[in-house]
C-alpha cells in the first residue's frame, strides 16, 4: 500500500469537512453582498428622489416670485419692471378685462394712468398659492392679490380689493417668466344680505 493512496481518503473528507464549514460563510457573505447592494440601490433612490424634490421646491419659490415682484412693482409704480416678469411675447387680462399682449403694450396700460391708483400706503401681496406643474418647464400658478389702500375711479381709498390672479409660467433658460396671466376682481366677502340660508 502505497502513502498516497492511505492518505487519500482523509484528504477527501477533510477537503469535505472545509468546504461544508465554508459553505454557511460563502452563503451568508453571498447574502451581505446583496443587502449592501441593495442598501446602496436605495440610497441612490433617495439621494435622486431629495435632488429632484429640492429641484421642485427651488422651481415653485422661482414661479411663487413672479408673483411677488408682480405685486412689488406695482406698488413702486415700476410698469417696466411688472412687464418684464412676462414673457416678450406673453399676455395678460387686467382685472377691467383689457388683453394686453407683448411687453410693450404692458408697460403702456401700467404705466401713468393706471400709477394714479396707487398712494403712498397701498399694499399689494399674494396669498393662497396653488401651484401646479404640468412638466418640469411648465407651471400653473392660482392666487389671491389683495391690493390696499388704492384710489378709486372717483378718487377715494377703497381699502382692500380682492383680485384672483392665474398665470402660466415657463422656463426660459435659467429664470422663469409669465407666459399668460388673468386677473379678475374676486366676489366682495359675503355678508348677512348676501348670503343664502
Sequence with gaps: MK???TYRPVLVATHT??????APKSALRGRMQRLGLTLLACTLVIGVMGSASAGQAQDEAAVRALGDNF????????AEQRASLFA????????????LQGR??????FGPEAQQAVTATTQAAFSNYRIRFIKPDIAVADALLTVRNVNGP????IPAIPINFFYVASRHGNQWLIEDGRAHF????????TSRN
Design 186 to 193: 374676486a366676489p366682495a366677502p359675503g355678508n348677512s344680505m
Design 154 to 157: 372717483d378718487g377715494t381709498v
Design 17 to 22: 469537512i472545509d468546504s461544508a464549514a465554508q
Design 3 to 5: 502513502t498516497s493512496q
Design 88 to 99: 416678450e411675447n406673453g399676455t395678460f387680462v387686467t382685472p377691467v378685462g383689457d388683453f
Design 71 to 78: 405685486a412689488k412693482a406695482f406698488v413702486q409704480k415700476n
Design 104 to 109: 410693450v403694450a404692458m408697460v403702456k396700460d
